[in-house]
């Protein structure tokens, strides 16, 4: 099990919600504003993905000897 598994999550998927949401209310400095905080929030899912990685093949390593 992951470390992240064991913590609840909610069965909401805000990224969907997000894909629904009409974007027409929106004026293009939000939506440049939007598009900055999911740039934003790429790389730091990018990050997580990189630690992890980084994290299991150190522990392989440790055990593997």
């Given amino acids: ?3 992240d598994e064991s913590l609840a999550r909610s069965n ?3 990224a969907a919600g997000l894909a ?3 974007l ?3 004026s293009v400095e939000e939506l440049h504003a939007r598009i ?3 740039e934003a929030e790429i790389v730091r899912c990018r990050a997580k993905i990189d630690a992890s ?3 299991r093949a150190t522990a392989d390593a ?3 000897r």
Avoid: G, I, S, W
């Fill in 1 to 3: 099990m992951e470390p």
């Fill in 12 to 14: 909401a998927d805000p």
């Fill in 20 to 22: 629904r949401q009409d």
């Fill in 53 to 55: 990685v980084n994290h």
């Fill in 24 to 26: 027409n209310p929106f």
């Fill in 62 to 64: 440790l055990f593997k």
């Fill in 36 to 38: 900055a905080l999911l």
